[in-house]
């Protein structure tokens, strides 16, 4: 993420073709801009305010211009020991580490302003935290629809330990012996989509890096096994949005650092 610019009252805008310079009062017109049809990919980065981010100002000002449209912003949990370790992790019921407490709080301190009319959340330790620390505690709704891909008899395990067992396995082709397959993963996801059909406006979603990949796979119509193409990273925040009448991922694994 580019550095705040100095005390200048200035903001950088820039593209991949070009970059221009910009007052603070044009700050509006830049998000007014954003929001008309310039690709998210061209700008994401690049803006800066003095003590303000790109990703504060996507989420903060751009996000909520068609509450009357249903927005998906899907946030996975903060930091484990067991993120750390690459270890898997589903079933195993481990908190977030003091860092990943303070990632839960900036996570929360970037959707202040927003106006979520529910709350889902993992009945996992670590989602939990993160939608405590992030301020949405007091709202939320236990979706056991929104937990970790089941990791069975790798639960624990590193991938390149699992590899030493089974050659370039990846849990988006192959599934996880003992726990579930892509399948199985895909239905729980569409099953939390399918209750979304009638809604609009935003919904909040503290869930999981495997599980949310595949959310995000089939709220564009893919295959779960296309959720390997998603990077996620923990404390991150994602949108999934409708461009008239097409789904559109319209923000895509924002962090803020600690």
């Given at each position: 993420m580019a550095?705040p610019?100095?005390?200048?009252?200035?903001?950088?805008?820039?593209?991949?073709?070009?970059?221009?310079?910009?007052?603070?009062?044009?700050?509006?017109?830049?998000?007014?801009?954003?929001?008309?049809?310039?690709?998210?990919?061209?700008?994401?980065a690049?803006?800066?305010?003095?003590?303000?981010?790109?990703?504060?100002?996507?989420?903060?000002?751009?996000?909520?211009?068609s509450?009357?449209?249903?927005?998906?912003?899907?946030?996975?949990?903060?930091?484990t020991e067991?993120?750390?370790?690459?270890?898997?992790?589903?079933?195993?019921?481990?908190?977030?580490?003091?860092?990943?407490?303070?990632q839960a709080?900036?996570?929360?301190k970037?959707l202040?302003?927003?106006?979520?009319?529910?709350v889902?959340?993992s009945?996992?330790?670590?989602?939990?935290?993160?939608?405590?620390?992030?301020?949405?505690?007091?709202?939320?709704?236990?979706?056991?629809?929104?937990?970790?891909?089941?990791?069975g008899?790798?639960e624990g395990?590193?991938?390149p330990?699992?590899?030493?067992?089974?050659?370039?396995?990846?849990?988006?082709?192959d599934?996880?012996?003992?726990?579930?397959s892509?399948?199985?993963?895909a239905?729980?996801?569409?099953?939390?989509?399918?209750?979304?059909?009638?809604?609009?406006?935003?919904?909040?979603i503290?869930?999981?890096?495997?599980?949310?990949r595949?959310f995000?796979?089939?709220?564009?119509?893919?295959n779960?096994?296309?959720?390997?193409?998603?990077?996620?990273s923990v404390?991150?925040?994602?949108?999934?949005?409708?461009?008239?009448?097409?789904?559109?991922?319209?923000?895509?694994?924002?962090?803020?650092?600690?």
């Open positions: 550095a610019l100095r005390k200048s009252g200035l903001a950088r805008v820039g593209t991949m073709a070009h970059g221009l310079i910009m007052s603070r009062d044009t700050i509006d017109g830049i998000v007014g801009a954003i929001t008309a049809d310039i690709m998210v990919e061209d700008i994401m690049v803006i800066t305010v003095e003590g303000i981010t790109a990703a504060d100002i996507m989420v903060a000002d751009i996000t909520t211009k509450p009357d449209r249903l927005q998906i912003f899907l946030c996975r949990h903060g930091e067991w993120t750390l370790t690459g270890q898997h992790t589903s079933f195993s019921d481990v908190s977030l580490t003091e860092n990943g407490r303070k709080i900036m996570l929360g970037r202040q302003g927003i106006a979520f009319h529910k889902i959340v009945p996992m330790l670590r989602a939990q935290e993160t939608c405590q620390l992030a301020g949405f505690d007091h709202r939320k709704i236990i979706e056991p629809s929104a937990m970790e891909w089941n990791y008899e790798y395990i590193t991938t330990q699992i590899w030493e067992k089974h050659a370039r396995w990846n849990i988006f082709d599934g996880a012996p003992g726990g579930e892509p399948d199985e993963v239905e729980r996801a569409d099953h939390l989509l399918k209750s979304f059909v009638h809604e609009s406006g935003n919904i909040l503290f869930s999981h890096g495997h599980f949310s595949v995000a796979a089939r709220w564009l119509g893919l779960a096994e296309d959720g390997k193409l998603f990077s996620l404390a991150s925040v994602s949108i999934l949005a409708m461009e008239h009448d097409q789904r559109v991922i319209k923000l895509w694994n924002e962090t803020a650092k600690t």
